[in-house]
């Protein structure tokens, strides 16, 4: 534990020097929080008090706005419009909206099944907080920041646990997670060459695009793997890809204690420079990770599920701290979700005790094909944006966007469900060989 | 009474050796018996293991006052933790102390609850 400790400290203290690399993307530049004091309707111009200053500036209306849009004396996020001129405001988000039951109970309920998906299969719950929080009214970059927030401390909760288990490989975790932020890093820069060059629309587009491609065609693979598993395949076999790649021996080789593999550098620095240039693409790096741990460097599912908690957790944290920084995180927000999943998250832990290795590929296979399906319902309304197809009718874009939500509802519906049917069933199992054995042994 | 004869006997051939200058043997004829009477407390059947409730409570009431004073103090939250800058220690800090704290009441309750890992043996 103590090792442990001292090498996540270590890295702490190294990640401040990658200093322009973010976990999720940057925060967002041209934005300024405060109050507005005053309006003025026939000039549309405002007061705005800065926060942390004291004088006021003045600010211009946008083309789309009204004066109405404008709270007086409520604290606000402001994006301005660089392109229109100076303080000119392009769009005006409530920073904290206020916390109805309703909305606490939702975000209580979220929390706890995206924590059960996060303790089994190491990723996940981010890629359906943030939209359900952004459903829930939240503006977002705020969902981002608050998600983010709540996303380091779980996965760090969740990798304990699963490291008591004996499950977590830690040098595996933190190679991966060194080489994630350098990936990160190069993410970041191609999805900046396509937003100056396709702009916004261009940049949905391409997110999307990897997005359905990525899910699609690794959830599919590891759902063709599970399924030869569940049928008597050997448990214990690596992939074919893992034995080749283990066959190459470009030193510096790295013998990885828990996940049991010898293999060259070479080969684990390209998984990670994927999952980090991914979590900058998709915010969801873990849908590559783990399938790449398994299947190229050929640790088992549950290894690679828990190691991936320890790059969450690395990632998470120094995304965390550059959100902070910028004071986008809705702490309100952060610890309501961590109630629910701080327990979703160790009961998830607690069923890969209980489960063979391909329920684990099961439960991550099906999430990422029913994510891919959200993510797609979306790639019609992205292509009329950028006029390559016709523009889609109302109806069509609110049935898509419906379709989108729930989908991604269903996904952690579906997963949840899969846990828990197959941990109750492990554990009943466990209790009935625990009493066969004390029958045996006691007469 | 057995276990008393043998523990009598034991002590008595320890200090046999311990007279003729053999110690090490002495110690750890005595360490023996030490294992021998710990072993039962060391391993008990799960049916007998005491749950941790006081834990739960404690760290339970302390989550939960924690919740409370979040809930009761928003305004003030909602100014200092977004002020950017070096006060981005501050919603990261909570954080990471409400998760042990947090994190400590859930697997109290967990293990309440009878929810426990499988033994691998």
């Given at each position: 534990m103590k090792k442990l400790f001292l090498i996540i400290m270590g890295v702490m203290l190294i990640l401040p020097m990658v200093t322009s690399a973010f976990a999720g993307g940057p925060p967002p530049k041209d934005v300024m929080k405060g109050v507005f004091i005053s309006v003025d309707d026939t000039a549309r111009t405002t007061e705005f008090k800065k926060s942390g200053s004291e004088g006021t500036t003045q600010l211009v209306l946008g083309e789309s706005m009204v004066p109405a849009d404008i709270r007086i004396n409520k604290k606000v996020m402001v994006s301005l419009d660089k392109h229109a001129g100076?303080?000119?405001?392009?769009s005006v988000d409530i920073m904290f909206m206020d916390l109805k039951v309703s909305k606490i109970v939702a975000l209580l309920i979220i929390g706890l099944i995206g924590g059960l998906l996060s303790g089994f299969i190491g990723s996940g719950g981010a890629f359906v907080l943030t939209p359900a929080m952004m459903t829930l009214g939240v503006p977002g970059a705020i969902a981002v920041a608050s998600n983010m927030c709540h996303k380091f401390p779980k996965a760090m909760v969740g990798a304990y646990k699963r490291y008591k288990y004996g499950q977590a490989d830690i040098k595996l975790g933190l190679v991966m997670a060194v080489t994630a932020i350098i990936g990160v890093q190069i993410g970041i820069q191609i999805q900046k060459y396509i937003l100056n060059h396709f702009g916004n629309a261009g940049s949905n587009l391409y997110v999307s695009f990897v997005f359905m491609v990525v899910l699609v065609f690794v959830g599919g693979y590891v759902l063709y793997d599970a399924y030869k598993l569940s049928k008597g395949g050997d448990e214990t076999k690596t992939s074919k890809l893992a034995l080749r790649m283990q066959q190459i021996k470009i030193p510096p080789m790295i013998h990885f204690k828990v996940a049991k593999i010898t293999i060259s550098a070479w080969v684990t620095i390209p998984v990670g420079l994927f999952t980090g240039m991914l979590a900058a693409t998709i915010a969801v790096g873990g849908f590559i990770g783990v399938p790449g741990m398994i299947y190229v460097c050929g640790a088992s599912a549950v290894v690679a599920s828990a190691t991936e908690l320890i790059i969450a957790f690395i990632m998470g944290a120094w995304g965390s701290i550059q959100w902070g920084l910028s004071g986008l995180i809705d702490i309100r927000l952060t610890l309501l979700i961590l109630a629910g999943s701080l327990i979703g998250v160790q009961l998830g832990a607690l069923g890969t005790t209980y489960v063979k290795d391909y329920m684990i590929k099961l439960v991550m296979a099906s999430t990422m094909l029913i994510v891919a399906v959200s993510r797609g319902a979306k790639i019609p309304g992205y292509l009329a944006d950028l006029n390559l197809v016709a523009p889609v009718k109302p109806q069509l874009a609110h049935t898509l966007a419906q379709v989108s939500f729930w989908a991604l509802v269903a996904a952690l519906a579906s997963a949840a469900l899969i846990i828990s049917v197959a941990m109750f069933r492990g554990m009943a199992q466990a209790k009935m060989e625990a009493q066969t054995e004390h029958i045996v042994s006691h007469g | 009474m057995k276990t008393g004869v043998n523990s009598f006997d034991r002590h008595m051939t320890a200090a046999a050796f311990a007279e003729a200058g053999e110690f090490d043997t002495a110690t750890e004829l005595l360490q023996e018996q030490k294992d021998a009477v710990k072993k039962p407390k060391k391993a008990p059947s799960p049916a007998t293991r005491k749950k941790p409730y006081t834990g739960m409570i404690i760290f339970g009431a302390l989550s939960l006052s924690g919740y409370a004073a979040l809930m009761t103090h928003q305004g003030w939250v909602g100014e200092e933790f977004t002020m950017g800058g070096w006060h981005a220690a501050y919603p990261v800090v909570t954080a990471v102390i409400f998760s042990f704290i947090h994190g400590a009441f859930a697997s109290n309750m967990l293990t309440i609850l009878g929810i426990e890992p499988k033994n691998k043996k």
């Open positions: 100076e303080n000119v405001i392009k | -």
